[in-house]
């Protein structure tokens, strides 16, 4: 017994240690950690997170507001927005899938991009499929999760619409998109 606790006290004392030397991130270092978490948040490849922010830094505005609004924009975060799945990853999955209709015709990307009075669907066979419908979309809508203002849910019919771009404050993930732009701009 007294081994165990011996034991416990030096491995807390070593990782009190390891902690103590952990080195302070260098201003890169805080930049691509901040590039990286926002290509995991959304799922997104480095070719294609490059081509967002060169789209981004071309329109008018903060491009990291941009970058943000562009990834906001996309498919699959949209129908993970409107609460019809639990991730990102399971949104992919259902695009790809043919389960979603943009404006009732089928779209298979993830990237595509929403745009203003889009009306966002299930696939009709889709709909057919009662364990499907109730054991993701219906259990995952059930819960108090608030939907960004920026799109409009009926629960009803299943359906979702985009009323408007999102903007920063739609945005609640802790981004520092600043950090991005100045990695980019080296």
Request: proline share 3%; charged share 35%.
């Amino acid at each position: 017994m007294e081994r165990k606790t011996e034991a416990l006290k030096q491995n807390q004392e070593r990782t009190q240690k390891q902690t103590q030397r952990k080195k302070k991130l260098s201003e890169y270092g805080r930049q691509l950690f901040e590039k990286q978490k926002v290509k995991r948040i959304y799922g997104v490849r480095e070719r294609q997170f490059r081509r967002f922010f060169a789209i981004a830094s071309k329109r008018e505005g903060a491009p990291g507001e941009n970058l943000l609004s562009l990834l906001e924009r996309r498919l699959d975060n949209t129908v993970y927005r409107l609460k019809m799945v639990k991730s990102r990853i399971q949104a992919r999955q259902i695009i790809v899938h043919g389960h979603i209709h943009v404006n009732g015709r089928k779209v298979c990307s993830p990237s595509y991009y929403v745009f203003v009075n889009d009306v966002i669907t299930l696939a009709p066979r889709v709909l057919e499929k009662k364990t499907f419908v109730e054991d993701v979309i219906d259990k995952r809508m059930k819960i108090g999760i608030k939907v960004p203002e920026w799109l409009e849910l009926d629960k009803n019919t299943r359906t979702g619409r985009v009323l408007r771009f999102p903007v920063r404050s739609d945005i609640q993930v802790p981004i520092e998109e600043h950090l991005i732009v100045e990695l980019y701009s080296k």
